[in-house]
C-alpha cells in the first residue's frame, strides 16, 4: 500500500515554511507584483530556510537527501504564498539537481560549493524558447563540437534571474546526433546577449529575460555529465512535477480565500457560502485541487522510487495546468466585483495560474 503521510521531518518543513509563506510572503506579496520587486530580505530570508541545500546529498558536502516529496511539499507551501517568491527562492535548484543528479566529480566538486553558501546563489537554466508550440525536444538552440571545444547557438525565453545569474545551465540538441544535454555557461561568456527584461501578465515579480546565445564557445568539460550526459526525459519528469505542485499551492490560496470571504459575506440575510451556487462552486474547487495534489505526489513518490514517471508527471503537470486555471477563475468569480479589483489578490492568482502552461522549466524537484 503507498502512503503519502509526510514524515516527521517533512511535516516541521512544512509548518516552518508555511509560517514564512503567512507571515512574511503574503505580507509583500501584492506590492512586490505592483513595483516588480520582491523585497531582498524576503528572498534571504526563504533561502536561509536551506532547501536547497538540504536538498544535496551529505557525501557530496550537502545537509541532506535530494527527494522530489520533499520538493513538491515544500514547493505547494512557498506558491502558497506568492509564486513569484517560490520561483525566486528555488530558482537555484535548477541548477544545482542536475549536477547533484547527473554532474561529473569534477563538476560536482566546482559547482556544488555553491550552492552551500549563505547568501542565495545566483544560478539558473534556460529551456524555454520563443515559439507558440514549444516542443522540449525539438529544441532550436544547437549544441555543435568542433576540436574540443563546443558552440552553442540559439534563444531562450522565460530565463529567471538571467541578468543577475552568474551561471546557467542551457539546454541545447546536439547539431549531429540530436541528442539533448546541458552546458554550463557563465553570464558574461563572449555570446551571451541577455536582453531586456519581460513584461508578463503574471509573475510581475519574478525577473524573467530573453537570452541569446552567438556562438557561445565552451569546453567539453562544460557539458554536463560529460561524455555521458544527462537523462533529459528524468529531467523534464522532474520540472513537470514541481510545476504541478507550484500549480496546487496557488489553486490552494485562492480556494482558501475564496471560502473565507464567502463566509464572510453576507446578502439578503445569509453568508454567501450558503448559496447553492456559490457552495458547490467551493466543493468542487477543493476537490480538483486535492485531485491534482495527489497526482503530483504519486510521481514525485515514483521518482524517489527511481521509477519511470514519465506518465505520472505529464499527467500530474497536465492537470494541474487545467485546475489552476480554473480554481483561480472560481476564486474570482467567488469575489464578484471585488475580484476584479487589484487590491485583492484574487486577480493576481488568476494571472499567475493562467501563465503554468508556458511555465516549462521554471522549477525542478
Do not use: C
Not at 549536477?99 to 560536482?108: F, H, I, K, P
Not at 542551457?170 to 536582453?195: H, L, P, Q, T
Not at 499527467?315 to 475580484?339: E, F, P, R
Request: proline share 4%; net charge negative.
Amino acid at each position: 500500500m503507498v502512503s503519502f503521510t509526510p514524515t516527521e521531518d517533512q511535516q516541521l518543513l512544512i509548518s516552518t515554511i508555511n509560517r514564512y509563506a503567512t507571515n512574511d510572503v503574503r505580507k509583500v506579496a501584492h506590492e512586490a507584483d505592483e513595483s516588480e520587486l520582491i523585497p531582498a530580505n524576503v528572498i534571504e530570508t526563504g533561502w536561509q530556510m536551506g532547501l536547497v541545500p538540504s536538498a544535496i546529498p551529505e557525501e557530496l558536502g550537502g545537509l541532506g537527501e535530494l527527494s522530489a516529496m520533499t520538493g513538491v511539499l515544500a514547493a505547494e507551501e512557498l506558491a502558497f504564498g506568492d509564486l513569484s517568491v517560490a520561483l525566486q527562492v528555488l530558482s537555484p535548484a535548477l541548477m544545482a539537481y542536475p549536477v547533484v543528479l547527473y554532474g561529473t566529480a569534477e563538476q560536482r566538486e566546482k559547482l556544488l560549493p555553491l550552492f552551500l553558501e549563505e547568501a542565495i546563489t545566483p544560478a539558473t537554466a534556460a529551456l524555454l524558447e520563443p515559439g507558440v508550440f514549444f516542443d522540449p525536444y525539438e529544441l532550436k538552440t544547437t549544441a555543435t563540437t568542433s576540436g574540443g571545444t563546443i558552440q552553442l547557438n540559439g534563444v531562450k525565453a522565460y530565463v529567471p534571474l538571467a541578468e543577475t545569474a552568474e551561471w546557467m545551465l542551457v539546454y541545447a540538441k546536439d547539431s549531429e546526433s540530436g541528442r539533448v544535454d546541458g552546458y554550463v555557461v557563465a553570464r558574461n561568456a563572449a555570446g551571451v546577449m541577455i536582453e531586456k527584461r519581460e513584461a508578463l501578465m503574471g509573475l510581475r515579480a519574478m525577473p524573467t529575460y530573453r537570452v541569446q546565445f552567438n556562438g557561445v564557445t565552451v569546453d567539453e568539460t562544460a557539458r554536463l555529465g560529460g561524455a555521458v550526459g544527462i537523462d533529459y526525459a528524468a529531467i523534464l519528469n522532474r520540472q513537470r512535477v514541481a510545476l504541478a505542485a507550484l500549480a496546487v499551492g496557488v489553486g490552494r490560496a485562492s480556494f482558501e480565500y475564496a471560502r473565507d470571504y464567502a463566509k464572510q459575506r453576507v446578502q439578503f440575510g445569509k453568508p454567501i457560502a450558503q448559496n447553492q451556487a456559490i457552495a458547490f462552486m467551493l466543493a468542487e474547487m477543493a476537490v480538483e485541487i486535492d485531485g491534482a495534489r495527489l497526482m503530483a505526489w504519486e510521481a514525485a513518490w515514483k521518482l524517489d522510487k527511481g521509477e519511470d514517471a514519465t506518465r505520472e508527471a505529464y499527467l500530474a503537470k497536465q492537470y494541474a495546468d487545467q485546475m489552476v486555471v480554473k480554481v483561480t477563475d472560481s476564486g474570482v468569480q467567488t469575489l464578484g466585483g471585488y475580484g476584479f479589483i487589484r487590491e485583492y489578490p484574487a486577480e493576481r492568482w488568476l494571472r499567475n495560474g493562467r501563465g503554468f502552461t508556458t511555465f516549462d522549466g521554471l522549477a525542478i524537484v
